[in-house]
């Protein structure tokens, strides 16, 4: 019964924000996220799909990324679709391909790069806290101070 290997949490399920759900910070998933409720934060994952109902306020990295709602921020990723219904506010980073439908609105810059292959994989997901944990606490025991800036920090204006 709990042994079950059909049970077991698979990288290729689907997460669900619904409408009635609002999240704010950072998250992160190997799988696929389907996004129909408001985020503060950044995301990454390997597949992103901001519904119509959908909004997100800050960085977006995946493999994949469809945006039907509203998105404030960068969006990096391999394949990118804006749907019909999608408004961005931000720069568009694409390496494999970028498809805007009829009626997309898109406000900033694009960009294609030639990074072939994801930067994305499981062990990135979750090892940046880890990372990040070990500079915060190098910098306490060196005197520094409790606010540090990175190359990864975002100010929402």
């Given at each position: 019964m709990f042994g079950d290997k059909k049970n077991k949490i698979k990288d290729s399920e689907r997460s669900l924000i619904s409408e009635?759900?609002?999240?704010e910070g950072t998250i992160n998933s190997s799988g696929a996220i389907d996004v129909a409720g408001l985020i503060r934060g950044p995301v990454i994952s390997k597949e992103i799909i901001v519904r119509e109902t959908g909004s997100i306020t800050g960085s977006i990295e995946g493999d994949l990324v469809e945006v039907h709602g509203h998105m404030d921020g960068k969006?990096?990723?391999?394949?990118?679709v804006i749907g019909s219904?999608?408004?961005?506010?931000?720069?568009?980073?694409f390496s494999n391909n970028l498809k805007t439908e009829n009626g997309a609105d898109?406000?900033?810059?694009i960009k294609k790069t030639n990074t072939a292959k994801s930067k994305l994989s499981a062990d990135f997901l979750f090892s940046k806290s880890k990372d990040?944990?070990?500079?915060?606490?190098k910098h306490k025991d060196n005197g520094g101070s409790e606010?540090?800036?990175?190359?990864?920090?975002?100010?929402l204006a």
């Amino acid at each position: 019964m709990f042994g079950d290997k059909k049970n077991k949490i698979k990288d290729s399920e689907r997460s669900l924000i619904s409408e009635t759900v609002s999240i704010e910070g950072t998250i992160n998933s190997s799988g696929a996220i389907d996004v129909a409720g408001l985020i503060r934060g950044p995301v990454i994952s390997k597949e992103i799909i901001v519904r119509e109902t959908g909004s997100i306020t800050g960085s977006i990295e995946g493999d994949l990324v469809e945006v039907h709602g509203h998105m404030d921020g960068k969006i990096s990723g391999g394949d990118i679709v804006i749907g019909s219904t999608g408004t961005v506010k931000g720069d568009i980073e694409f390496s494999n391909n970028l498809k805007t439908e009829n009626g997309a609105d898109i406000d900033g810059y694009i960009k294609k790069t030639n990074t072939a292959k994801s930067k994305l994989s499981a062990d990135f997901l979750f090892s940046k806290s880890k990372d990040k944990d070990k500079e915060d606490k190098k910098h306490k025991d060196n005197g520094g101070s409790e606010a540090n800036l990175n190359k990864d920090s975002e100010v929402l204006a």
